[in-house]
């Protein structure tokens, strides 16, 4: 079973920028659409982003041109660079594939 593990949350002021990484136990994302998810305190998680097998990305609305999810299938590795954060992105944030998720990074901001 191929285990997930995310890393990168902290502590960011609004404006500010965070880099998520999610690396993999195998080699999986090369074949394999991998999604980011998070969940606010209170919130139901919700969809974030998706990087498809070739490459393709999809974000949700509320984070189209702030966030970029991007790959490295060497390293096993999918990354979400988030720019310009707000106060409302705080939430603990996972990655998922193939319904395997990790174990999720929180992610506040706050000044």
């Known amino acids: 079973q191929v285990q997930l593990v995310e890393s990168g949350g902290g502590l960011v002021q609004p404006g500010g920028s965070l880099r998520l990484s999610c690396t993999a136990s195998g080699s999986i994302f090369s074949d394999n659409a991998m999604g980011w998810y998070r969940q606010a305190p209170g919130k139901d998680r919700e969809y974030v982003a998706r990087?498809?097998?070739?490459?393709?990305?999809n974000y949700a609305d509320s984070v189209k041109g702030r966030f970029a999810v991007s790959k490295n299938n060497a390293k096993n590795t999918v990354y979400l660079q988030m720019n310009s954060l707000k106060p409302e992105d705080t939430a603990v944030y996972y990655c998922?594939?193939?319904?395997?998720w990790g174990q999720g990074t929180l992610v506040t901001v706050s000044s």
């Open positions: 998922s594939v193939r319904g395997i």
């Open positions: 990087i498809l097998h070739n490459g393709i990305t």
